[in-house]
């Protein structure tokens, strides 16, 4: 087994270089192997492109040894014709005789059907092989699919005394609490995530972008709550240059090509009503970056599973207080002289 793990681990370093870009397909790795050498190697890298397996088997030189090899893969295969066709079929014409998977695939259209199919073709299947971290790689996919709704970031930086915005402010944009090499991450994270979501304070106050200019990738859906429709038509957010979702408890028939409208209740299950309705989007995963009463909101209906937290150097002495949760610590960085704090929710 533990030459299989070898090889699985490898696919899940192969499947990496597909995060952010693979939306709404999972991340997937895989390599062939034939007498104790990999001989293919593939990834997934973009929806509607070639699957991991299909690219792995394209890599392979000398076809023949195909017939004599293992091909390993983090995800099961799929088994159903989407944008491109099973990659079972694939394996199958290839008569690969060995296929170890890493985790069976959640989603309904696959879930085991790939796993008989190759079976019922005389293929011999292993499965579950590090199977946790294989879950790990796609904990968004997973989340998905399982709890039907995005996998949630909760992301805020605050003072070193405890408070995530002064109590006056003289300009309409963000006060930095953190360094600049902390803001970058925060862009790197943002072209990884299907979608950025803030309060309407913030937008107001800060008037920001929610882009990642500071990193390269895919910008991600913006997600804004308006209840009242406060925020200014003049609002970087309301550019129409990212699809944005723009969610109020008021009607509005004025959508755009990338402005899209959701009315909503905000008085009762807000972030449920929310979460739903990314779900109904595609949106596997959210970035909740603020404000403290938006944060707050999903932290109280325990909606969140991940939370990623700057503290800087600078004290503001009053102002808005940063949210207040229970969590289990993951892991404590220093990146200059920031401390970035991740926890996860595992109730």
């Known amino acids: 087994m533990k030459i299989h793990e070898k090889y699985i681990r490898r696919c899940i370093e192969l499947a990496k270089n597909g995060l952010g870009t693979t939306y709404p397909n999972p991340m997937v790795g895989s390599v062939i192997v034939y007498d104790g050498k990999i001989i293919g190697e593939g990834w997934h890298k973009v929806a509607g492109e070639p699957h991991a397996e299909v690219n792995?088997?394209?890599?392979?030189?000398?076809?023949?040894?195909?017939?004599?090899?293992t091909i390993y893969v983090s995800l099961e295969p799929c088994s159903h014709f989407g944008k491109t066709p099973p990659c079972c079929n694939l394996i199958i014409e290839?008569?690969?005789?060995?296929?170890?998977?890493?985790?069976?695939?959640?989603?309904?259209k696959v879930a085991g059907n790939g796993i008989k199919k190759l079976i019922a073709a005389g293929i011999n299947v292993i499965t579950a092989v590090l199977e946790n971290d294989c879950n790990e790689l796609n904990k968004r996919f997973f989340t998905?699919?399982?709890?039907?709704?995005?996998?949630?970031?909760?992301?805020?930086a605050e003072s070193a005394d405890g408070f995530i915005a002064p109590s006056q402010k003289t300009e309409q944009k963000p006060v930095w609490i953190t360094t600049t090499y902390s803001r970058q991450l925060v862009h790197k994270w943002r072209s990884e995530e299907q979608a950025i979501?803030?309060?309407?304070?913030?937008?107001?106050?800060d008037n920001p972008k929610l882009d990642v200019r500071d990193w390269y990738g895919k910008n991600p859906v913006r997600v804004v709550l308006d209840q009242k429709s406060r925020v200014s038509k003049n609002s970087?957010?309301?550019?129409n240059q990212v699809k944005t979702i723009l969610f109020s408890s008021i009607e509005s028939a004025n959508a755009e090509e990338n402005t899209i409208f959701e009315s909503i209740n905000f008085e009762k299950d807000l972030a449920d009503q929310i979460l739903?309705?990314?779900?109904?989007?595609?949106?596997?995963?959210?970035?909740?970056?603020g404000g403290r009463k938006t944060l707050q909101t999903f932290i109280d209906a325990n909606l969140w599973d991940e939370a990623r937290v700057f503290?800087?150097?600078?004290?503001?002495?009053?102002?808005?207080?940063?949210?207040?949760?229970?969590?289990?610590?993951v892991e404590k960085l220093f990146i200059d002289n920031d401390q970035l704090i991740i926890s996860r929710n595992d109730d």
Not at 56 to 69: E, G, Q, T
Not at 98 to 108: K, L
Not at 278 to 289: C, G
Request: charged share 20%; no cysteine; net charge positive.
């Open 144 to 156: 998905f699919h399982q709890k039907k709704r995005p996998y949630v970031i909760l992301k805020w």
């Open 311 to 329: 503290i800087g150097e600078n004290k503001f002495v009053s102002g808005t207080k940063a949210p207040l949760f229970q969590h289990k610590l």
């Open 276 to 289: 739903n309705s990314l779900y109904k989007h595609n949106i596997q995963s959210v970035i909740i970056e």
């Open 197 to 205: 979501l803030v309060g309407t304070q913030t937008v107001i106050d």
């Open 94 to 108: 290839n008569e690969i005789p060995n296929v170890v998977i890493g985790t069976v695939d959640p989603n309904i």
């Open 56 to 69: 792995a088997i394209h890599s392979v030189k000398d076809k023949s040894l195909l017939k004599k090899s």
């Open 236 to 239: 970087h957010v309301l550019d």
